[in-house]
């Protein structure tokens, strides 16, 4: 196997330890990391205001974001071994949906965290939406 496809392929696992390792963190921790990104992202966009709805908001789209990178990432490892259709869009949407539960589930057992189905499905249109966008690029170049 060349280095090319063990990277491929690993990559989707070094990015499930950075998500899983945000679950880890208790609340007060992650609480913290929100309000600080928070803080930046009003700085650069002042048109979004301060307070509970925009660290909401971003802590949405921060899950949204994270899972949709994993569906590509995923997507790809896969596109090694699957060529570009329904069964590879299906094996990364439902591989993101797992990673989603168990994120979700991780939350349960860490002071101050909260899994909620919610976020489950938040995570789960991004994998949704990384996947298509992957799959739309993979299928455009192989007819290229």
């Known amino acids: 196997m060349n280095k090319k496809i063990i990277i491929k392929r690993g990559l989707p696992f070094l ?15 992650s609480g913290g ?13 002042p048109f979004i205001k301060n307070g509970e709805q925009a660290e909401t908001f971003i802590r949405k ?5 994270e899972f ?26 439902l591989s993101g949906l797992f990673a989603a539960f168990v ?15 919610k976020d489950m499905w938040i995570d789960f ?3 949704c939406v990384g996947a298509l966008i992957t799959l739309l690029i993979l299928r455009r170049k192989r007819r290229s």
């Open 103 to 117: 994120d979700e589930t991780v939350q349960l057992f860490v002071e101050g965290r909260s899994g909620e189905v």
């Open 15 to 29: 990015w499930l330890i950075v998500i899983w390792g945000h679950s880890l963190m208790p609340g007060e921790v």
């Open 68 to 93: 949709a990178i994993l569906a590509v990432l995923i997507a790809i490892a896969f596109s090694t071994i699957i060529k570009p259709g329904i069964k590879l869009a299906l094996n990364t949407a």
């Open 61 to 65: 789209t921060a899950h949204f974001t």
């Open 33 to 45: 990391e929100s309000s600080f990104i928070t803080g930046i992202i009003i700085k650069i966009l």
């Open 125 to 127: 249109a991004g994998v």
